[in-house]
């Protein structure tokens, strides 16, 4: 990397971190892009040559916290057998991620639904895992599919109808879970037929 190349990823990092820390602090809505680059100690130009729009920076940021919460969840899950437990234990890491970016959340959600797209790779991680247990426990390919993209569609049907009321907690995962009975099932007579 060229000296050129380090100082802008430099400034960049710089900005995020300083963005970061006024956003939670202040709000997204409350923080001017003039604030932002006072306190990174850059011209407001500068600020848009990294990011073009308040948006852009408050969605780098929220995807690189989420990732950082949903990898390590995902490492701490690797015990889980059940693709509900598993699925129930994720939703409660994003859950909580959320929580603590209630405003991000709301902003790169609404973002999502006026543009297309929503975490799509840390959604995958988490698809990924739900397969990996039907298919452990010898449930076929195609169930497989059909039993993960259900599950999933549900995890978006609870995230949506909870995030406008500002709190994903235990009523968020119960309903997840309820949502889920009929696939715990499917994976519990998966594994009794393996035995």
């Known amino acids: 990397m ?82 509900v437990d598993y699925l129930l234990q994720m939703a409660q890491v994003l859950f909580e991620f959320y929580d603590q970016y209630a405003e991000f959340t709301r902003q790169v959600l609404l973002d999502s639904l006026a543009n297309g797209g929503f975490h799509t790779d840390q959604m995958s991680v988490i698809s990924d895992g739900v397969s990996k247990r039907f298919k452990n426990a010898g449930v076929d390919d195609k169930a497989t599919s059909i039993f993960t993209e259900n599950m999933i569609a549900n995890y978006w049907y609870v995230l949506l109808n909870s995030v406008p009321k500002g709190i994903l907690g235990q009523d968020s995962i119960n309903e997840l879970k309820r949502l889920n009975l009929p696939f715990e099932a499917s994976y519990n007579n998966a594994v009794k037929n393996r035995k």
């Open 2 to 83: 060229s000296l050129r190349q380090q100082q802008k990823a430099n400034t960049r990092s710089k900005i995020k971190s300083i963005a970061k820390e006024v956003f939670l602090t202040q709000g997204i809505e409350a923080t001017s892009t003039r604030y932002l680059s006072e306190q990174a100690g850059i011209a407001v130009g500068t600020l848009f040559v990294h990011f073009p729009d308040k948006l852009s920076l408050v969605k780098d940021i929220f995807f690189d916290e989420m990732d950082i919460a949903l990898r390590a969840g995902a490492e701490a899950q690797t015990a889980c057998v059940s693709p």
